[in-house]
């Protein structure tokens, strides 16, 4: 057990030896193949070690490195399967677990949040942590009225380590201004930076708990554990059982899979109208199916909210595209600042670059698989495809990024799921804007 490197220079070099750690199993790999290893067989050994060091090191890290991880671990079904294969099992653990730190490094942030006799307010405590996230691990416990509890507790030095992994991410930024004529990566930083540390202080996290848990108590569909109590480093809440719904992916019937991706949607969208709040950290380490069916949802610290509920922009510009309103899609999309104005773009275009995303709402059933999202990533991303420009062309608004984060790491869980539902019922149901006499 170990506790996550503060000093900015050590989580650099860390990071650094990613890539380093690349090259030499690369050479070494050579070696063995000079050696008389057959190449699948090389191959195949480096990939692994290179999945096992990409866990060991996010996972040692946390921070803004573990939630890149994380996400890697979500759009993975875009990638190409011969490379996402080595990588599949070893990122999926991002989302379960990641190594954890001392249990004394646990009390001692416990004992400064909750009082120095903050034994008292448990019948029991385990020190072994249940699950790890980002910036935090939970640990089992039983609350002084006999509860069992979920007790969240923040790194030490969290704080430090997600803000230089954001430094990191802002020279980043700048670099993909250069390459994307359309992008104000500025402005897209700055915003993923201050929804990021908003994290850090988990009151705000214990509120969007609050506000969902009562917006959905007693639903026959969700579950959303109580808030116990929170403060700025610890929170408490209802202990949930259940199945992860990456074991529902990885060996779940088709019946289970479709009805996981079902719900998943449904309480995507139905947040902002039902509670004014987004889920806005779609990965599979935050949901569980109940043993009563329900479709049961944790960590609650990234959240977009939304008291007027989703924008109806969006389900206006979905509808123009559907039909076919190629001008008045592109003189939105310039409205809300996807394309900037002085970017140049013909309709016609750019409506063939975006009708495949819409797929899934042309049809009243749809099947997200990974072949088709390996296609949408393939098309958008190969320099060597009519629509690789038109994307560079395109902004992502800063107000939009949550709502755009929910969005692609959805459709990156669905197409984990394998599924099968009826989708479009559901954007007709939550979506302002999209029925077609809202357009």
Not at 177 to 187: F, I, Q, T, Y
Not at 277 to 285: E, K, M, Q, V
Not at 296 to 314: F, H, K, N
């Amino acid at each position: 057990m170990s506790d996550p490197p503060r000093n900015s220079v050590n989580r650099v070099f860390k990071l650094a030896t990613l890539p380093i750690g690349l090259a030499g199993r690369a050479t070494v790999g050579l070696g063995r193949r000079l050696g008389g290893m057959s190449a699948d067989a090389v191959t195949a050994d480096v990939q692994q070690r290179t999945a096992e060091h990409i866990f060991r090191v996010l996972g040692e890290l946390k921070g803004g490195a573990m939630k890149f991880g994380q996400t890697l671990s979500v759009i993975e079904a875009g990638i190409p399967e011969e490379l996402a294969a080595p990588f599949r099992a070893t990122l999926t653990k991002l989302q379960e677990a990641a190594p954890p730190m001392k249990a004394a490094t646990v009390h001692a942030v416990l004992a400064a949040d909750l009082g120095t006799d903050w034994r008292d307010l448990f019948r029991s405590f385990d020190d072994a942590p249940a699950a790890a996230a980002s910036i935090g691990q939970v640990h089992k416990a039983v609350w002084h009225d006999g509860r069992e509890v979920a007790v969240k507790v923040q790194y030490p030095g969290a704080g430090d380590a997600l803000r230089s992994d954001l430094r990191q991410v802002a020279r980043l930024g700048r670099s993909i201004g250069a390459l994307v004529p359309g992008m104000d990566a500025k402005a897209l930083v700055e915003e993923l930076h201050d929804r990021m540390v908003e994290e850090l202080d988990y009151r705000m996290e214990a509120d969007a708990q609050d506000g969902f848990a009562l917006a959905y108590e007693g639903d026959p569909e969700f579950a959303v554990p109580r808030l116990v109590e929170g403060t700025e480093h610890v929170l408490i809440s209802d202990w949930l059982d259940g199945r992860p719904l990456s074991q529902i992916i990885a060996d779940g019937t088709q019946e289970e899979r479709d009805r996981a991706g079902l719900l998943y949607v449904r309480f995507l969208f139905s947040g902002p109208t039902r509670a004014g709040l987004l889920h806005a950290d779609p990965h599979p380490g935050n949901y569980r199916i109940t043993p009563d069916g329900r479709l049961g949802v944790l960590d609650y610290g990234a959240v977009a909210r939304l008291p007027e509920g989703l924008p109806t922009s969006i389900g206006q510009l979905m509808r123009r595209a559907l039909d076919g309103a190629a001008e008045e899609m592109l003189d939105g999309l310039r409205d809300e600042g996807f394309v900037k104005p002085h970017i140049n773009l013909d309709p016609e275009a750019l409506y063939d670059y975006l009708s495949p995303f819409l797929e899934p709402a042309t049809v009243e059933t749809f099947h997200f698989n990974r072949p088709w999202m390996r296609e949408q990533f393939a098309r958008i991303n190969d320099p060597r495809r009519p629509g690789y420009s038109i994307g560079l062309k395109l902004n992502l608004p800063p107000s939009y990024l949550l709502i755009h984060r929910v969005w692609i790491g959805g459709i990156g869980v669905l197409s984990q799921l394998d599924c099968q539902a009826p989708f479009r019922a559901e954007l007709a149901r939550w979506l302002p804007g999209f029925s077609p006499d809202a357009r």
